[in-house]
């Protein structure tokens, strides 16, 4: 029953991640075109400044092959997208096809919903841009100013080199290409930078991991026996209703809502006063339940004794689980793209929310999502409830792994994404089969998410 009813809920997220928000799946299109054209001139830039090299071959092969395919696709999916049909039109005016780019901006300009510039003006702009007809000197200020109102974040540097191209101001047109590059190759350099503290941490937690495994099976120390006087029956009740209510309000609420009748940061707060209210109402059934053992909930490891060494515990355990995640990111990679290419991967809903939240406060509110939210109540019933009963039924090992293959079935990101997913499972199952304690497993959770938004947060700053 368990097993169908997590079923049933992945299935759900998966249906309202594929059909109720056909935006998240263009606005994925639209992040590995802009990550495509940004990882060009981060590499265009290294092998100019180093070894002197031009791309202009390799930026038509990456736009053309890359780019533009993810960008046709976008606005396929979404036909009211200004962003996808400007995408279009850089992609055209990047391969010298002009009459195709002003024929995409033209399309952008009408479907424009948060409109700052008045169409007329903007189509002017465009015309200019893409136009066979020479720039007048004196227009070019103007109209690029036109550009700074626009929103079209460091795609207007590509238009602006174009446009004081057009005005004979070459001095100008080359310091927008060298803006250009800065500004596209910025976040790359920094996820760059990123990768490898991950590496150098991989490899610390790698030390950390045999260390502790030589130490445990050398001292060989007694297990820690589980105190728990809540019966199986009674965790796995909170752990149904729990998920049950989390569906319920995910298909019903979300399912029923338009996709274009909130914002991003309206789907964001919906998303956090649903998961807060499942959690609340699943804990509260649990409470109740443990009042009725004479238990309570610091049984299970919902305690902040020892907080800092349950926290040190946390870091390290995720440290230790980085070379095994990044192993099981790289196999899984290696199947899906050998069999399962054809096989969409959805993103996870709360990467769009995150990349297209403005402003600190939405920003924040993101991170306590994925970061504090998430973490804490899942693993109150992912760890705390169902492993517990699963252990009590079938044993350590075999509640690690169900636990962890159920952990991972929940999530949207299939089937790329079980494998990594089930890995962090694993982990987590195991920091508090050791420690007894939720804390560990909240903390390497939260630091994973935490990871993942500024990822996402890097690519977008605003």
């Excluded at 007809?133 to 079209?152: D, H, I, K, M, Y």
Aim: glycine share 8%; proline share 5%.
């Amino acid at each position: 029953m368990v097993f169908a009813l997590l079923v049933n809920f992945g299935v759900s997220r998966l249906r309202l991640v594929r059909e109720v928000s056909p935006r998240s799946e263009a606005f994925e299109k639209i992040i590995q075109a802009d990550l495509s054209l940004r990882s060009y001139y981060f590499s265009s830039s290294i092998m100019r400044r180093y070894f002197g090299a031009s791309g202009q071959q390799d930026q038509r092969m990456v736009v053309d092959r890359q780019v533009l395919p993810q960008a046709l696709a976008a606005s396929r999916l979404v036909p009211q997208s200004s962003r996808a049909f400007r995408m279009i039109g850089f992609s055209h005016l990047l391969m010298g096809r002009r009459e195709e780019a002003l024929k995409a901006f033209e399309s952008g300009a009408a479907v424009v919903q948060d409109r700052r510039v008045p169409l007329q003006r903007e189509r002017a702009f465009w015309q200019a841009v893409c136009g066979q007809a020479p720039v007048n000197r004196n227009q070019a200020g103007a109209l690029a100013e036109t550009a700074l109102s626009l929103n079209l974040s460091w795609y207007r540097h590509i238009a602006l080199a174009q446009l004081y191209r057009k005005a004979g101001m070459h001095d100008r047109s080359l310091a927008e290409q060298r803006i250009l590059e800065r500004e596209a190759s910025r976040p790359v350099m920094k996820l760059f930078i990123l990768f490898i503290a991950l590496g150098l941490l991989g490899l610390m937690g790698l030390v950390i991991g045999l260390i502790y495994f030589v130490a445990r099976y050398s001292l060989r120390p007694a297990p820690i026996p589980w105190n728990l006087r809540l019966t199986r029956l009674d965790l796995l009740e909170s752990f149904i209703f729990w998920i049950f209510l989390l569906t319920v309000l995910e298909s019903q609420i979300v399912g029923l809502l338009s996709p274009d009748s909130l914002s991003a940061s309206g789907r964001l707060l919906v998303s956090l006063g649903l998961y807060a209210l499942a959690g609340v109402c699943g804990l509260r059934l649990l409470a109740v339940r443990a009042e009725g053992q004479e238990s309570r909930l610091s049984e299970i490891g919902l305690s902040l004794k020892n907080a800092w060494k349950e926290l040190a515990w946390g870091a390290g355990g995720y440290l230790a689980t980085l070379p095994v995640l990044a192993l099981g990111t790289i196999i899984s990679t290696i199947i899906f793209r050998t069999y399962f290419r054809s096989l969409p991967t959805p993103m996870n809903p709360a990467v769009p929310m995150m990349a297209q939240s403005e402003g600190f406060i939405m920003r924040l509110l993101s991170l306590l999502l994925v970061s504090v939210a998430a973490p804490f109540f899942e693993e109150i019933f992912f760890r705390g409830v169902l492993y517990q009963a699963l252990r009590m039924r079938f044993g350590v090992t075999a509640g690690v792994l169900l636990s962890a293959g159920l952990f991972a079935i929940v999530h949207p990101q299939l089937p790329l994404g079980f494998l990594p997913i089930f890995v962090l499972g694993v982990s987590f199952a195991l920091l508090y089969e050791h420690t007894h304690s939720l804390i560990p497993s909240m903390v390497a959770h939260g630091i994973n998410n935490g990871i993942a938004f500024l990822f996402v947060t890097t690519l977008f700053p605003k």
